[in-house]
């Protein structure tokens, strides 16, 4: 095995302040998320109980499918950005170090488990 130098603590300082900033932007995007949620619900509500009040079965069976149709778009169209921002996060400087440490520790474990079981 080769004998290799441990990184410098600067460069793991620097590299932990990077995934803090990331986690953070995640954290931010995720309340944010939530919030919309809570909001397309909420008009959602508004606009079915104003629907039921003065229209018609058939106008409120088109606006519910038309409702879903949009839904299951907007839906689609969002975890494609949302595929498209993790894979612009992991190829970020600093993640391939961070991935190399997990796949270490992933070994690590798989490693740990064999030498233990009984």
Sequence with gaps: ??????????????????????????AQ??????KTSSDVQ??????LLKASNESSE????????????AMNDAALEAFKQFDKNWQNVT????MDQLKTYGELMDSFSKTWQKMWQK
């Design 1 to 26: 095995m080769a004998n290799k130098k441990s990184p410098a603590p600067k460069s793991w300082d620097k590299l932990w302040d990077e995934y803090s900033v990331l986690l953070k932007k995640w």
């Design 91 to 94: 190829n970020q400087s600093g």
């Design 42 to 47: 909420a008009k959602y509500n508004e606009v």
């Design 58 to 69: 058939k106008t409120i069976k088109e606006f519910h499918k038309n409702w879903q149709k």
């Design 29 to 34: 995007n995720f309340d944010t998320l939530q």
